[in-house]
């Protein structure tokens, strides 16, 4: 059986995330989602927000689940049986980066096969963090975003937004 993780911040998932998750869950018979904990300093939803978010996102593909992890992706990787990591490569950028991370999870455990995802053109510009800050400066990216996680994002935001103006008028006192 082939067994993969997908391990990412998904601060939070986007529809570029999304589409490797089906591509993923095309390919292999099991998919892991890791919601990494550590991944990420100051991230804008909790590990149990992302999680419940992604897992309503995926809740049609019966052969996808979604954990958390911390530590090593290969420890991550023994305990659960899996053979494949999964990633997402956007951009040369992205090539760089991926491309020693995978070196070296393959020196931490040769069974460690990294399988990479060329995301879609029409996804290729999305991060996490530049919907945020687009939603943030008040921009519509409903369309790159399940539509329950675009609901969270423009709470929240409107939440920290509302936090800040109470902060400032705290302080202007
Ligand atoms: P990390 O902090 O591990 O990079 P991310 O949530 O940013 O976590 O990304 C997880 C994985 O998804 C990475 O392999 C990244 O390259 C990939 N990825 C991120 N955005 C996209 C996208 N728009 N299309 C395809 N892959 C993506």
Redesign the pocket.
């Known amino acids: 059986m082939k067994v993969a993780v997908?391990?990412?911040?998904?601060?939070p998932l986007?529809l570029?995330?999304l589409?490797?998750i089906k591509r993923g869950s095309a390919l292999f018979d099991q998919l892991a989602v890791a919601v990494?904990t550590n991944?990420?300093k100051n991230p804008l939803f909790t590990v149990e927000e992302r999680v419940a978010q992604i897992k309503e996102a995926v809740s049609g593909l019966d052969n996808v689940s979604v954990i958390t992890t911390d530590g090593l992706t290969v420890n991550l990787m023994n305990r659960i049986g899996a053979d494949y990591l999964m990633?997402?490569?956007?951009n040369t950028t992205?090539f760089q980066y991926?491309r020693d991370i995978a070196a070296m999870n393959n020196f931490l455990d040769d069974q460690c096969e990294t399988v990479f995802?060329l995301?879609?053109p029409e996804?290729?510009h999305?991060?996490?963090s530049l919907l945020k800050e687009v939603t943030s400066a008040g921009g519509d990216i409903s369309a790159y975003l399940p539509a329950n996680i675009n609901e969270a994002l423009k709470k929240r935001l409107a939440e920290r937004e509302l936090l800040r103006v109470k902060e400032d008028n705290e302080e202007a006192r």
């Not at 990633?87 to 956007?90: A, E, I, Q, Y």
């Open positions: 997908f391990p990412g911040s998904f601060d986007t570029g995330h589409d490797l990494m991944s990420s990633r997402g490569l956007r992205d991926e995802f995301a879609k996804y290729q999305l991060s996490s």
